[in-house]
């Protein structure tokens, strides 16, 4: 088992900074791929970026091209998203999660943080 904890969540205005961070403890030396996902009110939870276990690789959705940068440190067991130039659009949940091979699918996440609320005003 792999247990995710996620901070660094808050309330930003527009074109404002925040970022994130995910932990991760137990079954640690396996080496998961991670991701961040949001979910917003009324609407299905959503990929926004991934990273290989070495991070080596990265997937960023359309979106947060450019805004967003996930890097991890192995050493802390530690995921981050950087988030800038923040927009009102990018207000919901946001969620860690590990899988075992870098994946844009919901579905090929096996463990999944409570999520840190994001909220961006105009």
């Known amino acids: 088992q792999v247990q995710l904890v996620e901070s660094g969540g808050g309330s930003v205005q527009a074109g404002g900074s925040l970022r994130l961070s995910c932990a991760a403890s137990?079954?640690?030396?396996?080496?998961?791929?991670m991701g961040w996902f949001r979910q917003a009110p009324g609407k299905e939870r959503e990929f926004v970026v991934a990273?290989?276990?070495?991070?080596?690789?990265?997937y960023y959705a359309d979106s947060v091209k450019g805004r967003f940068t996930i890097s991890r440190d192995n050493a802390k067991n530690t995921v981050y998203l950087q988030m800038n130039s923040l927009k009102p659009e990018d207000t919901a949940v946001y969620y860690c999660?590990?899988?075992?091979?870098?994946?844009?699918?919901?579905?090929?996440?096996?463990?999944w943080g409570q999520g840190t609320q994001v909220t961006v005003s105009s």
């Open positions: 999660a590990a899988a075992g091979f870098i994946t844009r699918a919901t579905n090929d996440y096996d463990y």
């Open positions: 990273i290989s276990w070495n991070g080596g690789s990265t």
């Open positions: 137990g079954r640690t030396r396996r080496s998961y791929a």
